[in-house]
C-alpha cells in the first residue's frame, strides 16, 4: 500500500496539470526501462518488485534527484 501512495504522491508533485496527473501511469513512456509501455502495464504484472521500483523511481523525480531520462 506504502508503494501505491508513494506513487500517488509523487505525481502529484510533478504534475501540475489534471490531465498529466490522472493519465501518466496510462501514457507510453519511451524513456529507460519502460521500453515504450506504460508504467501501468508494468506494475499490473503483480510484481512487488515492479511496483516497488516504479515507486522508488517516482519519488526521485519528484525530489529532482533524477530526470526522466535517466530511469534505471
Known amino acids: 500500500m506504502s508503494y ?16 498529466n496527473f ?7 513512456n519511451i524513456n529507460g526501462s519502460y521500453f515504450g509501455n506504460t ?6 504484472t503483480g510484481s512487488l518488485d ?11 523525480l519528484s525530489k529532482g534527484t533524477i530526470t526522466s531520462h535517466h530511469i534505471n
Open 4 to 19: 501505491v501512495l508513494s506513487i500517488h504522491s509523487a505525481l502529484r508533485t510533478i504534475f501540475s496539470e489534471r490531465k
Open 22 to 28: 490522472y493519465g501518466f501511469m496510462k501514457m507510453v
Open 39 to 44: 508504467p501501468l502495464s508494468i506494475i499490473s
Open 50 to 60: 515492479d511496483l516497488e521500483q516504479l515507486a522508488n523511481h517516482m519519488v526521485l
